[in-house]
């Protein structure tokens, strides 16, 4: 029997294949909406790379959905100039922008940032949606340039600036990421694991993915429009402890080598603040939303994911 939808809860979810999308995907369905992904790939409900497809393309999907929600959660950056992640972000988000104004209904939009696009803060001070904006590096100039155009948009609209996060399926690129696919090489390999990362000196705040789909779930429902909310736990997280308990968590002997980076090419997109604490009270008061999960659970079912998938 096909369970019960609340019309008015209908979203589509852009990028709904990728790490971030396909959690929020699960989380709206977890939540009783109506849950449509669009996406690059034949694993999309419908299948529209939205860096090259006009707006009435995307708007159709959106009236043939009858979505009152949509999220943008599209975009690669893993490796890319600053030139493909403006084209990746802010192309696709004026198309976004473009594309619910051309709906039949216009739809609540809830926008994924980023924490960096702020600049960086001292050591001991949370970060507040009043901090200051001055981006580092592209990703977060593009982000930045991204979220600019929403609020700037006549649209019913809010924008979550997140922070790191972590969980099943992780981004092979992203620091947590590749230590457990290098891990779980050694565990195909019957040895033991050599990291070689960059120094693990920052300290952050980091967030299980699952958390955050709930936060996109939570704004697409609350009265929030027009506004920026941080996404984060609240609590900052030495990087080499992160590390340390996934090599706990796989059970595999490995050895740490730090090595600066040869050139910021190979620098990860959210390694640029050494250390970054969200303050996440604007997210508990105008949300309702609060992080619940640990992150040792976050670790311990990316590993199990990991494993799960050497099985399938």
Do not use: C
């Not at 009236?63 to 999220?71: E, F, I, N, Q």
């Not at 040869?262 to 250390?275: H, K, N």
């Amino acid at each position: 029997m096909r369970a019960h939808h609340d019309p008015e809860k209908r979203v589509v979810v852009l990028g709904g294949t990728g790490f971030v999308g396909r959690h929020v995907h699960a989380a709206f369905t977890a939540a009783g909406w109506e849950a449509l992904t669009v996406g690059r790939t034949a694993a999309a409900d419908v299948a529209l790379d939205l860096t090259a497809v006009p707006p009435r393309a995307l708007s159709a999907a959106l009236d043939r959905h009858r979505a009152t929600a949509v999220v943008n959660a599209a975009g690669d950056y893993w490796g890319l100039s600053e030139e493909r992640m403006r084209h990746s972000f802010v192309t696709v988000t004026e198309r976004v922008l473009a594309a619910a104004g051309l709906a039949v209904r216009r739809p609540r939009l809830v926008q994924l940032g980023t924490v960096l696009e702020y600049g960086p803060l001292p050591e001991g001070t949370p970060l507040t949606e009043d901090a200051p904006i001055d981006p580092v590096g592209g990703y977060g100039r593009t982000k930045y340039a991204a979220t600019r155009a929403v609020l700037d948009a006549d649209a019913d609209a809010v924008v979550l600036r997140v922070t790191n996060s972590v969980g099943p399926g992780a981004h092979p690129s992203s620091l947590l990421g590749k230590v457990g696919h290098a891990l779980l090489d050694a565990v195909r390999r019957g040895r033991p694991a050599t990291l070689e990362l960059a120094p693990l000196r920052a300290v952050r705040d980091y967030l299980d993915v699952r958390d955050l789909a709930e936060a996109v779930v939570a704004a697409a429902g609350a009265d929030a429009s027009g506004r920026v909310v941080n996404i984060g736990t609240g609590r900052a997280v030495p990087i080499r402890r992160l590390v340390g308990d996934l090599i706990e968590v796989s059970g595999v002997r490995a050895e740490i080598v730090e090595r600066e980076p040869a050139s910021t090419a190979q620098v990860s997109p959210g390694a640029i603040a050494e250390w970054l604490q969200v303050d996440p009270a604007t997210a508990r008061r105008v949300l309702g939303w609060t992080a619940r999960r640990t992150l040792r659970d976050a670790l311990d079912d990316f590993w199990k994911d990991l494993l799960d998938g050497t099985r399938r």
